[in-house]
């Protein structure tokens, strides 16, 4: 994981995903084992941001944040 996204958490989870960065995020993407993006968001804030999964069905998933200094890619298990 980039040290420019210092957590992802928790995982596994059952809805939420929280985003902690030491700085912007600009970009989040989450897609599903077949690389189709089922949620994305663009300019997000200050360097927190929450994923809600509750829309999404139970799966592995790969998340994407891009922050001002990098780039991340993280397997997220929702149960």
Do not use: H, W
């Not at 809805?15 to 663009?42: F, G, H, M, P, T």
Request: with cysteine.
């Amino acid at each position: 994981l980039n040290r420019q996204v210092t957590r992802i958490y928790p995982v596994p989870t059952t809805d939420k995903v929280y985003i902690d960065a030491q700085c912007e995020i600009v970009n989040i993407i989450l897609s599903d084992l077949s690389a189709k993006e089922v949620y994305s968001e663009v300019t997000i804030n200050n360097g927190e941001a929450t994923l809600s999964l509750s829309s999404q069905p139970s799966g592995v998933y790969f998340l994407q944040v891009k922050t001002k200094n990098g780039m991340a890619v993280r397997k997220i298990v929702k149960k």
